[in-house]
């Protein structure tokens, strides 16, 4: 697999997005576009609104203004916020752009309900920043705990066994965690 990614910095105009999830009132995606390069990607359909060419995991676009544009966050007070329901805001360049760091600071006032899913194990970097959230739950999917076929599956993902260290220094830490096993095969 080809390591090539195409990085746009862009401008937003709105970083939160009403839900039509039904365990999420709303979600953010700090990023369009994913780094990890999953041939399962569900979020593929994403393309259709970037003007990208590039295939689906083979760009990334930063929300260069995301805490910019969450406006009045006491509308989010007790609400629950899905972050990374199409991208993952934790995936290598957040180690950079710390979108997900700061927009979790800024939510922190506002005391809405935080859901994270992740195949990333830079979760543990903001676990600091989670705990002051009343109700704070950080999920890492794993699809495999094969490391060669989780390679051919999410080839720049990290491994499964660094995603579960991850989901165990967060629980460690006291928050509320999940694993998210995913795509399911009946073999």
Request: proline share 5%; charged share 25%; aromatic share 8%.
């Amino acid at each position: 697999m080809s390591l090539e990614m195409k990085l746009n910095i862009i401008n937003t105009k709105n970083i939160v997005t009403k839900s039509n999830l039904p365990d999420a009132d709303y979600v953010i995606n700090p990023y369009v576009g994913c780094q990890h390069g999953c041939i399962y990607c569900y979020a593929e359909f994403m393309k259709r609104f970037t003007g990208h060419t590039e295939d689906w995991g083979k760009f990334v676009d930063v929300k260069i203004n995301a805490t910019e544009v969450l406006g009045d966050i006491e509308k989010y007070r007790g609400k629950r916020i899905l972050i990374s329901s199409v991208t993952d805001g934790y995936h290598p360049i957040e180690g950079k752009y710390k979108l997900t760091r700061k927009i979790l600071e800024a939510l922190i006032p506002a005391q809405p309900k935080i859901e994270i899913l992740t195949k990333a194990r830079m979760v543990t970097r903001d676990i600091d920043i989670l705990l002051k959230f009343d109700d704070a739950t950080v999920g890492v999917s794993i699809a495999t705990l094969d490391e060669g076929l989780s390679r051919e599956l999410e080839p720049l993902a990290a491994s499964p066994h660094l995603r579960i260290d991850a989901i165990k220094k967060c629980k460690e830490a006291g928050l509320k965690t999940i694993y998210s096993y995913h795509p399911f095969s009946p073999i």
